[in-house]
């Protein structure tokens, strides 16, 4: 199922917590795609909050975009719930997901970048070596790390299939 809208995000969530809370094997795979994360800014990562001391009249606040995002890409994948990210910089990336966060989306892709920015998502710096229409994927549950040659979209009946 394809999410498009913030409450959807909310029900993805909750399934989420349902599949920890009652241990589901075998519940269907369910995939979260954002195409240009940094354009989702309810997803972005807000201040630490040091408002009201008191803390018992304080009514308990609800998970936020943020945090139920966050929650997907942490508990997710262990339960047959993925997450596919792409975004247009490291900066824009790291307003929505955490440093530890982003250890938890085992492959990635990497494009020509500068070499800290690779370093930073791939813990080398190769990507600064990068050419035209060339990236790098990376497989961190494997080690590996292999370079490509991009070619065009598929088509929509192929899509359609997956």
């Not at 304080?58 to 047959?80: H, K, S």
């Not at 990236?135 to 899509?159: M, Q, T, V």
Request: proline letters at 5%; glycine letters at 8%.
């Amino acid at each position: 199922m394809i999410f498009g809208k913030l409450g959807h995000l909310a029900e993805l969530a909750a399934e989420v917590q349902q599949r920890l809370d009652n241990e589901q094997p075998g519940a269907p795979s369910r995939y979260l795609f954002l195409y240009g994360l940094q354009r989702a800014r309810d997803l972005r990562q807000e201040e630490i909050s040091f408002g009201g001391f008191g803390g018992f009249d304080e009514e308990p606040v609800a998970p936020n975009p943020a945090q139920q995002f966050a929650t997907v890409q942490r508990e997710g994948p262990d339960l047959g719930i993925y997450t596919l990210v792409w975004c247009d910089t490291m900066t824009n990336l790291n307003r929505s997901i955490e440093r530890r966060t982003l250890r938890e989306f085992a492959m990635r892709v990497a494009f020509q970048m500068s070499a800290e920015v690779s370093a930073n998502l791939l813990d080398v710096p190769l990507a600064s070596k990068l050419g035209s229409y060339r990236a790098l994927f990376y497989d961190e549950e494997e080690g590996r790390l292999g370079k490509f040659r991009l070619y065009g979209l598929p088509s929509a009946a192929c899509l359609e299939r997956v």
